[in-house]
């Protein structure tokens, strides 16, 4: 089981820029793929963006397209969320998830259920 805990949250104005960093402990990064998640007040579990295991395909939520980045650095054991262009609407806790390679074809994995193990969250907060 791989250990993941996220930090880099805070309260940040609308338009401006914040770097979620998800660190792995207890196992190899390189044998997950991973994702960020979040949740909104009063909504579920909202997909944010996918990385998959050797950085060959990144994908993104369609309300963050365009304005958040994922990347990993497997060496470190860490994961990143660049997020700029925030707006209100993005305020939520921030999760990062890890989904173990199973050695299937690639394809983009945006459903929560296909995640194994997750972070405790940190919080972000953009003010208008």
């Known amino acids: 089981q791989v250990q993941l805990v996220e930090s880099g949250g805070g309260l940040v104005q609308a338009g401006g820029s914040l770097r979620l960093s998800c660190a792995a402990s207890g196992g190899t990064i390189s044998n997950y793929n991973m994702g960020w998640f979040r949740e909104a007040p009063g909504k579920e579990r909202e997909f944010v963006a996918g990385i998959q295991w050797s950085s060959r395909s990144d994908y993104y939520g369609d309300s963050v397209k365009g304005r958040f980045t994922i990347s990993r650095d497997n060496a470190r054991n860490m994961v990143y969320l660049q997020m700029t262009a925030l707006k209100p609407d993005d305020t939520a806790i921030y999760y990062c998830?890890?989904?173990?390679?199973?050695?299937?074809?690639?394809?983009?994995?945006?459903?929560?259920?296909?995640?194994?193990?997750w972070g405790q969250g940190t919080q972000v907060t953009v003010s208008s």
């Open positions: 998830a890890a989904d173990h390679r199973d050695g299937s074809t690639w394809y983009i994995r945006t459903s929560m259920y296909l995640y194994d193990y």
